[in-house]
């Protein structure tokens, strides 16, 4: 069984919360909270309330112990872009891209 927890729009670009969410892939959800805990990543404390969340659901949805929880997927996908321009020198401008993403995370049972 597979419990699954969203986060949309976190602003956030998705290449770092994905370099998070690769750090608790596979572990336990104690080990996942415990990594989460020890990244100095902006993202990491949102990771850390989505897999909060998915633990939440799989307790009070469907039951599930929290020992027994691993985190079987996690993935950022690309959100909204948000486009605004940059000053420069000469009256000119570079844009700046402001990104959001989708954080995704799978917890399932631990098959023994």
Not at 6 to 26: E, N
Not at 27 to 55: C, F, G, Q, T, W
Request: glycine share 4%; net charge positive.
């Amino acid at each position: 069984m597979e419990i699954i927890a969203r986060a949309v729009d976190q602003p956030v670009a998705p290449r770092k919360v994905r370099l998070v969410l690769d750090a608790i892939r596979g572990h336990k959800i104690n080990d996942a909270y415990n990594i989460l805990d020890v990244l100095p990543h902006k993202s990491s404390r949102i990771v850390r309330n989505v897999l909060m969340s998915a633990v939440s659901n799989a307790q009070h949805n469907n039951g599930l112990s929290s020992v027994n929880l691993v985190v079987k997927k996690a993935y950022a996908d690309e959100g909204r872009t948000l486009k605004r321009f940059k000053a420069r020198s000469r009256g000119r401008v570079a844009p700046r891209l402001k990104r959001y993403s989708h954080i995704n995370i799978i917890v399932s049972e631990e098959i023994k």
